[in-house]
């Protein structure tokens, strides 16, 4: 379980009386049971976390009409403290998320309560018995193992979190009324949400990874504390930057926060496009902590590219029947292209061939400039495992693991499709990281509203969960060349269940944690630098068995780097069938 400094220490008079746990800068959720009968002056609430902070003042501002008796529903109460917590509030998890099994286990859940004896507090371990609600109010927990802490005196209000992200799922309630039995009841956030309506906009939606909801956190936590939310205007600005075209406006008063213009990205917008206004929001976020201190706005000078030489290799079908090959190399320097060598080849001869033509190609470049190998490919070929390729006769060391290695779509070779990306890759010229936009198994987006998606001035990087070959996807494939997206980024053995419609895509899923991992790889290299950043994982994973990007297929198309207008048309001027 993550440190967190939101849990609460609720105390009556100066006594303990339980836990509760931060929801908003200034109100506390506890059990009304737990604050019953106190005097309004008595209760202060005390973050144990933060050793040495006072406590704070509080006050009952809101329950749930608890009846007083032990089975009696609403055991609620909302407490509003004297002045602002001096911690970030907790993180609540979607609704559901406390009884959703991984790997066909259940989730384990922590609670941190403070029973006799431990004024500072401790843990326990439980899970979820079953997901039905006893009497529309509660969920009932058992302890995760035989032997484990009981729920006591002492945890009554406490948050109920999962175990691996530290999320909020529920409130602990009530321990089981038979001695040294280890259960007990918690009230879920959905419940607590009926009783507090204010809930509901802090309970995120299921549309955002707890990657994406997490890292979005850290960030406003980051900033807040480096004083940048004094400024209402921005906080708007920035959601307004970060929206989608069907995304709802900045409430009329505004936020009164950052974190409330957080919760809102995070708790109002969902559907296909809700994770790509997150991705926004958190850029925003950070480019705000990033910029200099006099303006607390984010940079506007673009980095500069590197300076790229390609090498085009282009493979097309021949004409002269299947067993043969049409090849074409060409160098770029210096503002030209330098035509090195075209010829029909048989298919065993093929990398050989090209072999020798990319080291011919090599005496074109300015010696010690960016190299850059790129492969032209007809779109049935797009798949080729060009990069495993070995890069010399004497040398099997895979193309891919020697430079920077990109395949093309030939049919994206056309004048019109070279006016859309170039204007594409003007405007990610500024972009400090590749934004990923995830092509799952377990349920795709619908084509059309993919290309919507992909036509937005934002969109960057394409990661797909499947190789291009598998029929619940292809269509999606397909829309993403022609949309055109810059990038687009997948591994060759994809997810198994591709294929069919088995696969959910959820925890376990081979195209999940590729795209996972490409995530946490990419999001904060600048999309000119990808080549040489999936060099470096081709090394690591040809020195590695198991690795992710064993058959990482980067499709990278900047024309820019292609100064010769005439770039995608063949250099031969015969008919390939000769």
Known sequence: MNSAEWHARIECGGR??????????????????????AAPDALTVTFTELPGAPAVPARVVADGGWGGGATDLGDLAVLELAREAPAAPAALAPEGAAHAHRADRPRKLVVYGFPVGFDEGTLAEYRVTASQLISREWIQLEAWQAGGRPLEPGFSGAAVTLADTGEVVGMVTAASRDRGAHHGRMMPTD?????????????????????????????????????LDDDPRRRVRLYEAARGPLDPDAPDEGFDSLWSAALFVLCEIDGDDAAATVARFTGRVEAVLHAP????????????????????????????????????????SGGRRHPVGSDTVPQAGVRAYVQDRIEAAFRYLTPGCDE???????RDWIDLPVDRWASAPDDDTPLGCVYPLVVTDQTRRRASVRHQLTRAWNRLDSASGARLHRVECGGPEEPRRLRMRLRQDD??????????????????FDTTLNAPAPIVVWSREGCDSGQDESCVGGDGCPGKSFLDELDSCVSGVPPAELPRRVLALREEADAEDGHWAHDIQLLWDDPRVFTDP???????????VT
Do not use: N, Q
């Open 191 to 227: 419940v607590m949400a009926r009783y507090w309506p204010a809930l509901e906009g802090l309970v995120p939606t299921a549309d955002h990874r707890t990657a994406d909801r997490a890292r979005l956190r850290a960030l406003v936590e980051r900033a807040v504390r480096a004083g």
């Open 293 to 332: 201190a006099e303006s607390a706005e984010p940079p506007v000078e673009a980095p500069v590219p590197p300076d790229w030489s390609p090498i085009l290799v282009d493979l097309r079908h021949s004409g002269a029947g299947d067993g043969h090959v049409r090849v074409e190399v060409s160098a770029y």
């Open 566 to 576: 005439h770039a995608g048309a063949p250099a031969h001027t015969r008919s390939p």
């Open 372 to 378: 850059l190998l790129a492969f032209a490919l007809p």
């Open 459 to 476: 969109a960057c990087l394409a990661g797909f969960a499947t190789a291009p070959a598998a029929s619940r996807t292809r269509p999606h």
């Open 16 to 37: 303990v009386a339980g836990a509760g746990f931060l929801v908003t800068p200034r109100k506390v959720l506890t059990c009304a049971h737990v604050v019953d009968g």
